[in-house]
């Protein structure tokens, strides 16, 4: 079952890259629509990984 789900999470990324690329060589709107919602979830994904990063710094101030 969470090979089903892996595989799942791992077509739509496929997907929205395919999407990204054709939208920028002209592709349909729905293209450009998909493009746009995957560009904005890896800008939320790069964020939030950027502020978990941060916070683990901001917690290992080497009290030692």
């Known amino acids: ?4 789900v892996l595989l799942g999470v791992v077509a ?3 997907g929205g890259c395919v ?3 054709w939208a920028e060589r ?3 709107r729905w293209a ?3 493009a746009r919602v995957t560009l904005a979830a890896g800008d939320l994904v790069r964020r939030t990984e950027k502020n978990r990063r941060r916070n683990l710094n901001r ?3 080497g009290d030692d």
């Open 1 to 4: 079952m969470v090979g089903l």
């Open 19 to 21: 999407c990204v690329v």
């Open 32 to 34: 450009r629509v998909v």
């Open 12 to 14: 739509l990324a496929v």
């Open 59 to 61: 917690g290992t101030t």
């Open 26 to 28: 002209g592709g349909p």
